[in-house]
């Protein structure tokens, strides 16, 4: 499986973007970029994924890179209730070892301040 | 439309004893997983199953079983409960192994 590495935490203002970087340099062709976050003590919540082009629903934007070896998630405008921990992982859709494995490293906690 | 249910939210077992938690999805999902979530660190994959009829093993399946009931219910049970055991166990299903996972809200188990 690809390896991603996240900052350990970071910090947003209320109501401002909160970009969050993550580096997955050894990701093959076949793997695609998801993000989930999880709120204390709930489950992860699913926000995006991307292969290779930038994506945009109503929750994020995920911007990577023409190497495909980093990515940033864009929550627009940020909120307390974005306080969570942001997670990036590498997987296949379609076949190989990491194909419908979802594998969880650290991730990256965000704090929103008001 | 509930999403992914698990039973119990909270159990307290004691070393040796045996119990199944259970998981059902509504949304007419093929791929069911569970995963464990120790303090502190990412979540791991225990088993999962693909489809209907289907289970593997994951990341860390060790001192544990898995049942896939039917197409909505995903069961594991730990045999002999151990103190390493201690964890926040979280099921989760997709339509199929390639597309985006729902999780559940999660059931926290303390094996004394």
């Known amino acids: 499986d690809a390896k991603t590495t996240q900052p350990t935490s970071m910090d947003c203002a209320e109501g401002r973007a909160a970009n969050l970087p993550c580096n997955h340099s050894?990701?093959?062709?076949?793997?695609?970029v998801y993000w989930y976050r999880q709120i204390h003590s709930q489950g992860p919540q699913y926000i995006i994924h991307g292969l290779k082009n930038n994506e945009t629903n109503e929750m994020a934007s995920l911007i990577i890179t023409e190497d495909r070896k980093s990515s940033t998630l864009i929550l627009p405008h940020a909120t307390l209730r974005d306080t969570a921990v942001y997670y990036c992982i590498v997987r296949s859709n379609a076949g190989g070892t990491s194909y419908g494995k979802l594998t969880f490293g650290q991730g990256t906690i965000l704090t929103v301040h008001p | 439309n509930a999403g992914v249910t698990q039973t119990p939210k909270f159990q307290v077992l004691k070393t040796g004893q045996s119990m199944t938690l259970q998981c059902a999805q509504d949304m007419n999902h093929n791929s069911m997983y569970w995963y464990r979530q120790d303090p502190g660190m990412g979540l791991r994959l225990i088993y999962y199953s693909a489809s209907e009829g289907t289970t593997d093993k994951g990341e860390v399946p060790n001192g544990y079983n898995v049942s896939r009931l039917n197409k909505r219910e995903f069961s594991l049970r730990l045999e002999s409960a151990a103190p390493s055991q201690t964890s926040v166990y979280f099921c989760?299903?997709?339509?199929?192994?390639?597309?985006?996972?729902?999780f559940g809200q999660g059931t926290r188990l303390t094996v004394v």
């Open positions: 050894t990701i093959s062709g076949n793997e695609y």
């Open positions: 989760a299903s997709s339509v199929d192994r390639g597309a985006s996972s729902f």
